[in-house]
């Protein structure tokens, strides 16, 4: 049974950091495409930012130079550093998974990705 479980949302003003962690269970994730995704309301679920197998990682144009997506292995964990955020940057966050298909090259559509956690929500004051 896989399973995700996103934390470290909360409420921030905007120029604050927020790191968002992902915990996996039931398989090895580092063999798999990771991504976080965010969707604010009204508004269809957009991939963040995505992690592959081999290390390789793809940002979406609005958080390139501004989040990092990262992972530890050992603790199967997944990571997003998100800094000077924005009221834009408003939303629930996700994590998920590609268990299906290549790890490498991953892709930022949320259709693509089987497994998903609950969010986590972050909102950002300006």
């Known amino acids: 049974q896989v399973q995700l479980v996103e934390s470290g949302g909360g409420s921030v003003q905007a120029g604050g950091s927020l790191r968002l962690s992902c915990v996996a269970s039931?398989?090895?994730?580092?063999?798999?495409?990771m991504g976080w995704f965010r969707q604010a309301p009204g508004k269809e679920r957009e991939g963040v930012a995505t992690i592959g197998g081999d290390g390789g990682t793809s940002y979406a144009d609005s958080v390139k130079g501004q989040f990092t997506i990262s992972r530890d292995s050992a603790k199967n964990t997944l990571y997003l550093q998100m800094n000077s955020l924005k009221p834009d940057d408003t939303a629930r966050y996700y994590c998920a998974a590609k268990t299906t298909g290549s790890w490498l090259r991953c892709p930022r559509d949320y259709r693509d990705y089987n497994y998903w956690g609950q969010g986590t929500q972050v909102t950002v004051s300006s």
């Open positions: 039931g398989y090895r994730h580092s063999m798999y495409c």
